[in-house]
């Protein structure tokens, strides 16, 4: 069974009980409120885990071992305001809305992350751009607006909420905690997002 590590800030940890009870039928699952950068630390999380969950500001000791360990792990990335992404941005996320409900036949990713899934919700929701070409794993509905200021800078399926590349995903809205669990499928979309990643891969 597969070891996944949720990196919260210790305080928030019980926010997150439910995304724990939706990975511990298919994973171990352990909190931690950082990770460190020492290499004989990041030797035993490089050994120990093989899907990360980030989902605080990353403090900026943390930031060499993020770099590391998104070369070989699963990584999975709570972007928050213009803080530190491990996937380049264009510019700084651009807000959408406070709470918004995903319909899965909305969405421009990949089917199989929406078996079973009817719809997502949303929390805080931002627009984000990376300046490398990524696939889109939640978008905007047909409603949806990016606000630069008072102008629409995107609006409808054209609102990027999340984005992949190769194992590495990154989350400009919240789609984990609690309150976002309650209102839709989330558990089942992280669950066919997972599965999709893990296809294929091979950990040393």
């Not at 305001?81 to 996937?87: A, C, E, G, I, Q």
């Not at 627009?127 to 696939?135: A, L, Q, R, S």
């Not at 989350?171 to 089942?188: V, Y």
Request: hydrophobic share 40%; net charge negative; proline share 2%.
């Amino acid at each position: 069974m597969l070891s996944t590590l949720i990196v919260a800030n210790s305080e928030s940890w019980h926010r997150y009980k439910q995304l724990e009870e939706c990975l511990l039928n298919d994973y171990h699952v352990q909190f931690a409120d950082k990770l460190n950068s020492e290499i004989s630390e990041l030797t035993r999380l490089e050994n120990s885990f093989e899907i990360f969950f980030y989902l605080k500001v990353p403090e900026t000791n943390e930031i060499s071992a993020i770099s590391r360990l998104v070369k070989s792990k699963i990584f999975i990335f709570h972007i928050r305001s213009d803080h530190y992404s491990p996937l380049q941005l264009k510019r700084e996320i651009l807000p959408v809305a406070e709470k918004i409900f995903l319909k899965a036949t909305s969405m421009r990713g990949r089917l199989e992350y929406f078996r079973g899934v009817d719809e997502i919700l949303a929390l805080n929701a931002y627009h984000i751009e990376t300046k490398d070409p990524c696939e889109i794993v939640l978008n905007g509905n047909r409603d949806s607006k990016a606000l630069l200021g008072d102008i629409v800078f995107r609006a409808g399926k054209n609102v990027v909420l999340a984005v992949r590349k190769n194992n590495i995903s990154i989350f400009s809205t919240d789609i984990f905690s609690n309150d976002a669990f309650e209102g839709g499928q989330n558990c089942r979309f992280i669950q066919n997002l997972l599965h999709e990643m893990l296809t294929g891969v091979e950990f040393y």
